[in-house]
């Protein structure tokens, strides 16, 4: 479907056509030719389709527009070109172009389109790049007479985390992002003559920039070469589990010092209690008192902790702390990527729609030939550009249980 600014153009277009007419017979001081005739109907009748589609397209996009306002979310269109380029792409084609295949149709298309967004990031690509119309978009594949959609490798990345549960911010975006932060609104009470009390209003920033995450898997080139969905399906979604796993420790671990971003208890003086308990409690009345106790609140926990929080009570002999996966009515949600600190297990509890991770541009994949020769196999090196930040810092707390 085009959109407004497509049929503008159009209309430009057109009036510089027939303004060409009408100043040429102007200046020659004659009547339309047979041939300009023609030209000039067609065109005056295209003008005034287009003159007509032009006011209800954009009442069209002025309603998508409201109706994402009020659903807080942006709304997504696909064109229809879009659409079978993400039909006919195949993971599997590339893979084979990784190992040394050929390379052409939409798969160099979009090889070349996720050249582009790689070098927008300032990275130069390696190896076959897959782009992130393809990335953010579920991928179609025909079986037999019907077809059969399955997630996009983004979506299948954060389903295999809690994130999504938790209610993460999450950014798609093909350059760096600098992120805004508001101080605080300065309100006082003052005499006639006195200056305003600053409360804290200068604006900071936090910056979204990408870092390599680098995945690889020993596979054969024979398995390569096969054109099987079922294969392909399952090398996609084992990928998808490995980067979901790393980008969920990232944030739960200090994971810097192997170039990862900085994880959510970084700087942060974890409250400790040996009653789980009051553990919970001492977290939510931090985020409470920080004004951050709303949004997208949620306890992420660790694993350690799953039979202490599921035989504590929050009422002795009368309610337990977790009903229906939520405590306090807020949902909890156990992870084994969320590592001790100061050996002891952790809890974070806060409004997680502060916490923004951002996935760049395309993924790269490369094949290293030598690494497992002897064994009969090829590593396959899937590369991806991630990044997270915590925008309000007191929107999140950490405790250590112990």
Request: proline share 2%; net charge negative; hydrophobic share 40%.
């Amino acid at each position: 479907m085009r959109n407004s600014k497509v049929i503008r153009e159009e209309i430009g277009e057109v009036k510089v056509a027939l303004d060409a007419l009408e100043n040429l017979v102007s200046e020659e001081n004659r009547d339309f030719s047979e041939d300009e005739k023609v030209s000039f109907d067609t065109n005056m009748e295209r003008l005034t389709e287009l003159v007509d589609e032009l006011p209800r397209v954009e009442k069209e996009e002025e309603i998508r527009m409201k109706a994402a306002n009020l659903g807080g979310s942006p709304v997504v269109t696909e064109t229809k070109e879009e659409k079978e380029i993400v039909r006919e792409f195949s993971f599997g084609k590339a893979v084979r172009a990784a190992y040394g295949e050929k390379l052409d149709g939409v798969e160099l298309e979009m090889a070349q389109e996720g050249q582009r967004e790689m070098n927008a990031i300032g990275r130069s690509a390696n190896g076959v790049v897959i782009p992130s119309m393809i990335l953010n978009r579920a991928v179609i594949t025909e079986n037999g007479t019907s077809g059969i959609e399955t997630q996009s490798f983004v979506d299948a990345v954060y389903a295999n985390t809690i994130l999504d549960d938790l209610g993460v911010t999450r950014v798609s975006t093909t350059t760096d992002q600098r992120i805004p932060i508001l101080g605080a609104v300065s309100t006082q009470w003052e005499t006639e003559v006195s200056d305003a009390i600053d409360g804290g209003s200068a604006m900071s920033k936090k910056d979204l920039a990408p870092k390599i995450l680098a995945s690889f898997v020993d596979f054969s080139k024979q398995a390569a070469m096969q054109s099987n969905e079922s294969l392909e399906s399952a090398l996609r979604n084992s990928i998808a589990q490995a980067v979901g796993a790393k980008v969920e420790f990232a944030l739960f671990t200090n994971d810097s010092g192997n170039g990862a971003y900085n994880y959510l208890g970084q700087g942060k003086t974890a409250i400790t209690n040996a009653n789980i308990t009051n553990l919970m409690m001492a977290l939510v009345e931090e985020v409470q008192s920080n004004n951050h106790n709303r949004g997208n609140l949620g306890f992420a926990i660790s694993n350690d902790l799953f039979s202490d929080v599921y035989t504590a009570a929050q009422v002795s002999g009368v309610n337990p702390l977790i009903i229906n996966e939520a405590i306090m009515g807020v949902q909890a949600k156990f992870s084994n990527q969320i590592a001790d600190i100061s050996s002891k297990p952790v809890v974070y509890y806060g409004d997680f729609s502060k916490v923004q991770i951002a996935q760049f541009g395309a993924l790269e994949l490369l094949v290293d030939p030598y690494t497992q020769a002897i064994k009969g196999t090829n590593r396959l090196i899937l590369n991806s550009y991630w990044d997270a930040a915590l925008v309000q810092d007191a929107a999140i707390s950490v405790g250590n249980f112990g």
